[in-house]
């Protein structure tokens, strides 16, 4: 059951931290009476990052191929659509990390693969402090790690069941997990009701008569009936109008600040996704290009495709103040992710792109204390470097063609950051 | 007419629909104008009654069912009231609209060439098909779509997403109308695809010289693309201005509502992202007063009860631009500048 | 698209196997005495447990079920004789069998009959085609208002009224009443002997099924339609300055079509395999009163032969269905 006191009625339980807002959240049509000031302290800046939390969740080198059948009277597999090819991550215990990417670049398979939506065609997710490999476990064992491992989805509007009531939606988990004895279902969907600011005594009533917004709260307080320690949110705002988004993103963080909840951020949106975000990674078909902590995602991107990316948001300060930032200019669309280029994926749509980047696959290469990066001439935007960086390491000359005079170099691959990594200035391996 | 009005002005424009449930009033007393080469942006959430606004320019409303008032005029043309031969002859020839799920606006079983060609002969009524065709591959060209006179032969599902928007631009450019209409036209893409899409936009504004009319949620595609700004609440506009005036110097606290509401992806990260409370207001059942006021939070600066009793009058404010503002705070200036941007956008503030 | 058709007649080709090899085994072990009826034909009701018991032989019932089912399937494919009460009869291909009624190879009988349900199924569902769609596509047009009401309202009332009532009392009052010239005579003439008896005779059983089925396809077309004219399309078609007539019908009525034309094959599918209720109120010979007598008349023969012909034709009709709906949607892609 919650550690955390979800009594949120002010007469009942007023040293509870959630009645301080919580009478405002739960009567969401009439604010009135509050002022700026007010609304103002609730709000959030961005979430910090904890470089100290342990992983809650390991993923290691994980892939998931679909089959592609071929037309005709006898079906056979030929080929595969390469949707998550190899990614290696880690979400830090109670902290958020951002997956970003185009459509089609495989953030939301990974999401479903974490869920176990998907059986991965290969790798490892440790999670939890028992490091049970998701990936391996079966569907009956999975069923108790269901209850640590949730998901929001991004449409409140297909993803609740318009035939029942919310109070069955929210309430469903707690008698599938039977964690909650029957007669005690009601009171701690009303407590959780009221967590996500809507009126508890609202549990009887349909989907459908609740707006977007309030939606997507009845999304998350499902997700939230288990006290999971992890929720995977794919585009959980993507769908709101604007104002709603921010208080999604709001009742977010508080949930993260309060129940210690790991996030997997899925989302398009960059600027949100730096907001709720202290850690990125950005995907580009199937694969992590960069993963690093915001300062260094937003600050200093070493990929072509990241620097592209953040181009490509339009900024309402900044055009406002006049003037707006260069675009670097992608042309042509995500190439297939059945026939995907050799060696460097991003090649084909890269300014920076030589002869290396088609023969040699750029390794995640850590190349600061937070930050890695795939691209065999990572730099700072406009200043990239003129000969791969990699070359030395892999064993190639600077077209990429094999040099036996040099001895590639174990390039750790694991899902972590390591003490002592490889700068590209320098090209040398340095440590803090 | 004189012969300086703006290309667009519409008047007063009010729409309402007729429900089971009583009057639905989507538009109320909606006064704006774009001249030539300008492009305009219109700002709202769902509900806002920015999408029926611009469909009434175009006059796209059921006629037995919308009760339209009030005035729009079209190069000095009347388009209120005006009969179904009348309307068809300025759609898609001056005014042409471009959607937003651009996979959906387009007709599934008909191919790309064929729905482009289609939009080029009904004003061309002497052009043959070859003709068609081949203006159909010049502007699948023109906006940018590779090979276009084998892509001409395509199906809608069988381009991308952002080609079925280049593809739906060029249609609507085929016929070189003065006035477009993008109605949110990037809410559905990737963000390179919409910078790709926005540049478009924006070179063929100065290539063919037309009225721009961009309907947007996202005030970054706003502060990119548009010249003037207008915010729209339950109907009504709020706020009406120069796009960088609004932007820096906003008045109305829905517009620093929307602005606290997105992060920016420069800004300070102890900016906070601070939401409008509540939801939008039901169009059958409007608030009294301001139809703003039950979500505002700065109403408790204004004497009385007077945010929910009167409605303010859409008026210049005190700035010296042409910046229309309705709201009843006396110094949103000051409030906006002192409250607000401390806590949304610190950085701002230091570089004033 | 090839491999496509093949595969489904493939699949088609595994079903009716598997139809006639049940109807078959349920010949076998079913409660009933298979060989009783012939029996009683051929002795005129005198039969007794010993010329039963020969007949039973003679029929192949002491056989296993396989053996003679591969003499069924070779019969269908190739023909066979059958030896009946020293009588051998030559069934040519598609052979199903002698009926035990009447001792006449079962496709003979058959032959006869298949153009009346035709006759009846193809002219029926013209009119209900006919009729429909574009009461639909205008009801859909004019939706919400007092003609769209009355037309919807007063549909559902006569489809809530039984069909086999609706088709009686229309007999009654045409043919028995009334006696309407020409059309007042039901039954089957061929068409090759007289166009204007194979007309009146069937005249009735069209107007009932043709209205019967209007009202349904009204209904079915309207909402297809208020559906295409709801989509984002139309209004681009709109936004395009298209004349309305082109809006509708290019645009609108393309995309109706494709639920319509799904619903029409299945029930296309089973109007050919037989009206019971047409054809035993208009007094039609064709495939459903057939099949229905010989059900009573525990004539297995015919009944497994009409029960494979409605399989073939329900087969048919859904391939047909699919294609053509590949045709119209080009975003469905057989394969």
């Known amino acids: ?432 | 007419m004189s012969s300086t009005e703006p290309f667009l002005v519409v008047e007063d424009l009010t729409v309402r629909f007729p429900t089971e449930d009583g009057l639905v009033t989507a538009v109320q007393d909606l006064s704006y104008s774009v001249e030539k080469g300008k492009t305009l942006g219109i700002v709202g959430e769902s509900g806002s009654g920015k999408s029926v606004s611009s469909m009434a320019v175009l006059g796209l409303h059921d006629a037995r069912t919308a009760r339209i008032t009030g005035s729009i005029r079209v190069d000095g043309q009347e388009v209120v009231g005006l009969n179904e031969a009348g309307l068809r002859k300025l759609r898609g020839r001056q005014i042409a609209m471009i959607f937003q799920d651009a996979l959906a606006a387009l007709h599934p079983f008909y191919k790309i060439g064929g729905q482009l060609a289609e939009a080029y002969q009904v004003h061309h009524p002497k052009a043959t098909k070859r003709e068609a065709r081949r203006k159909a591959v010049e502007m699948l060209d023109r906006v940018g779509i590779p090979q276009p006179d084998r892509r001409v032969d395509d199906f809608p599902h069988q381009f991308s997403g952002g080609m079925r928007q280049r593809a739906m631009i060029a249609m609507g450019l085929i016929n070189d109308p003065s006035l477009l209409i993008a109605d949110e036209p990037t809410t559905a893409l990737d963000v390179t695809v919409q910078a790709q899409i926005l540049d478009l936009l924006q070179d063929l504004q100065s290539e063919f010289n037309s009225a721009v009319i961009i309907i947007t949620h996202d005030l970054g595609v706003i502060a990119e693309m548009a010249d003037d700004v207008l915010v729209m609440y339950a109907g009504r506009g709020v706020e009406y201005g120069p796009g960088k005036e609004i932007l820096t110097r906003p008045q109305m606290p829905y517009t620093w509502g929307l602005l606290s509401s997105v992060p920016d992806v420069t800004g300070d990260t102890d900016s906070k992202l601070i939401p409008i409370p509540g939801n939008p207001p039901s169009l059958l059942n409007p608030p009294t007063g301001c139809a703003f006021h039950p979500r505002c939070v700065h109403s408790d600066k204004v004497e009385g009860d007077l945010c929910a009793t009167t409605m303010p009058a859409f008026e210049q404010g005190n700035s010296g631009v042409r910046h229309l503002k309705r709201c009843h705070l006396r110094d949103p200036e000051v409030i906006f500048e002192r409250e607000v941007l401390p806590v949304i956008a610190p950085e701002l503030l230091e570089e004033k | 698209m090839f491999a496509y058709v093949v595969k489904r007649l493939l699949a088609g080709v595994l079903v009716l196997f598997l139809v006639s090899m049940s109807i078959f085994l349920l010949f076998w072990y079913g409660p009933n005495e298979p060989a009783r009826v012939m029996c009683d034909t051929k002795t005129s009701n005198r039969c007794n447990a010993e010329r039963l018991d020969r007949f039973t032989e003679e029929l192949g019932y002491n056989n296993a079920w396989y053996a003679e089912y591969g003499d069924y399937v070779k019969g269908v494919f190739v023909g066979r004789d059958i030896t009946v009460a020293a009588q051998t009869t030559r069934c040519d291909a598609p052979c199903f069998g002698l009926s035990y009624k009447n001792g006449k190879p079962v496709w003979e009988d058959m032959k006869d009959r298949l153009p009346a349900t035709f006759s009846v199924a193809i002219g029926g569902a013209t009119l209900y085609l006919l009729l429909g769609v574009p009461l639909g596509v205008a009801a859909a047009r004019r939706r919400g208002t007092v003609q769209d009401k009355a037309l919807v309202s007063s549909f559902l009332f006569l489809s809530s009224v039984p069909y086999y009532l609706f088709a009686l009392l229309t007999w009654l009052f045409f043919s028995l009443k009334w006696e309407v010239p020409l059309i007042g005579d039901t039954g089957y003439v061929p068409l090759t002997e007289s166009p204007t008896a194979w007309f009146g005779g069937l005249a009735l059983a069209w107007i009932c099924l043709g209205i019967f089925g209007c009202t349904q396809y009204t209904r079915y077309a309207r909402g297809a339609m208020v559906e295409a004219l709801s989509e984002d399309y139309i209004r681009t078609a709109k936004a395009k300055g298209l004349p309305t007539r082109t809006v509708v019908y290019r645009h609108g009525l393309r995309a109706a079509l494709v639920p319509i034309v799904t619903i029409f094959g299945i029930d296309f599918g089973t109007l050919l395999a037989g009206t019971i209720f047409t054809e035993r109120i208009f007094d039609i010979e064709g495939i459903g009163l057939w099949s229905l007598r010989a059900v009573m008349q525990r004539d297995l023969p015919i009944v497994s032969a009409t029960a494979l012909f409605s399989a073939v034709v329900l087969i048919m009709a859904n391939l047909i269905v699919d294609l053509v709906y590949s045709i119209l949607d080009p975003r469905v892609r057989l394969s």
């Open chain 1, 1 to 432: 059951m919650s550690n955390i006191n979800l009594d949120t009625d002010p007469e009942r339980n007023p040293e509870n931290p959630e009645t301080r807002h919580a009478p405002e959240l739960a009567k969401p049509d009439d604010v009135s009476h509050l002022s700026f000031a007010e609304i103002a302290a609730q709000g959030h800046g961005a979430t910090r990052l904890d470089p100290d939390a342990p992983a809650v969740l390991s993923v290691d080198n994980l892939k998931m191929y679909f089959p592609v059948k071929s037309s005709g009277v006898v079906r056979r597999t030929i080929g595969h659509v390469q949707a998550v090819d190899g990614i290696s991550f880690e979400v830090p215990r109670g902290g958020s990390l951002g997956l970003v990417g185009e459509s089609g670049c495989g953030k939301s398979t990974t999401g479903r693969l974490i869920t176990r939506l998907y059986e991965p065609t290969g790798g490892s997710m440790h999670f939890g402090e028992d490091r049970v490999d998701l990936a391996k476990v079966s569907n009956r064992a999975m069923k108790p790690l269901r209850r640590d491992v949730q998901m929001i989805f991004q449409d409140p509007y297909t993803s609740l069941n318009p035939r029942h009531t919310v109070g069955s939606i929210v309430g469903a988990p707690l008698s599938v997990h039977k964690v909650v004895p029957k007669d005690k279902i009601k009171d701690r969907v009303k407590e959780l009701l009221e967590v996500v600011g809507l009126n508890p005594e609202h549990y009887n009533r349909y989907p459908n008569e609740f707006s977007g917004g309030q939606r997507q709260r009845i999304g998350i307080a499902r997700a939230l009936t288990l006290n999971p320690k992890l929720l995977v949110a794919d585009e959980p705002v993507s769908a709101l109008d604007v104002s709603i988004q921010a208080q999604v993103i709001n009742l977010l963080q508080e949930l993260q600040a309060e129940m210690g909840i790991a996030f997997l951020f899925i989302a398009h949106d960059l600027a949100i996704v730096r907001h709720f975000c202290p850690e990125v990674a950005v995907m580009y078909l199937g694969k992590i290009v960069e993963i690093a902590d915001r300062e260094t995602i937003y600050g200093s991107a070493h990929h072509p495709y990241t620097q592209a990316l953040l181009s490509a948001v339009p900024d309402v300060k900044q055009a406002a103040i006049g003037g707006r930032r260069e675009r670097i200019r992608l042309e042509g669309d995500v190439p297939s992710p059945i026939n995907p280029p050799s060696g460097c994926r991003f090649r084909t749509r890269c300014h920076l792109a030589q002869d290396i980047c088609a023969k040699v696959e750029p390794p995640l290469l850590q190349i600061g204390p937070r930050h890695k990066v795939a691209c065999h001439f990572a730099g700072e935007l406009g200043d990239a470097p003129r000969t791969p960086v990699t070359a030395g390491l892999l064993g190639v000359d600077g077209q990429g063609s094999p040099d036996p005079s040099v001895t590639p170099e174990d390039i750790p691959t694991g899902p972590g950051y390591e003490k002592r990594w490889f700068d590209v200035k320098s090209r040398q391996m340095v440590s803090a």
